[in-house]
């Protein structure tokens, strides 16, 4: 179950499935316009001139918000990390944990190197 986000109107999302039939990918980014009585969100998918592609009503589920505009911040890596690895089954968050540590390992072991030594 993913943790509950706190979405607010215009704050800027990015996709997380693939919706085919409206061409749009995971990884995308849209703005939210409307949170509407069924708790679905109305997300503006735009192009890079500012015209609108798509306009996707998405329950929370589908996205991650990036970047919020009430405190016009950038929501750090780590909670972007937190609310996807949430919504992932047990093992997989195991698996992503047992990486995390590797990446922190290897950080660490290359932080020690003295350049040029073999």
Known sequence: MRDKQ?????????FTVDLPQRDLRAG???TLVEH???DAY???FANETGETQ???????????II???QSRTWVPVAEQVAVLVSSLPER???EV????RFLYERSQTQSHVVPGSP
């Open 42 to 44: 109305e997300v503006e």
């Open 92 to 94: 997989t968050r195991q």
């Open 54 to 64: 798509a306009l996707v009503a998405l329950g929370e589920d589908h996205f991650i």
């Open 28 to 30: 995308q980014r849209g």
């Open 67 to 69: 970047w919020r505009a």
């Open 97 to 100: 944990l047992d990486f995390a």
């Open 36 to 38: 509407r009585a069924d």
């Open 6 to 14: 706190m979405a607010d109107l215009f704050d800027v999302v990015e």
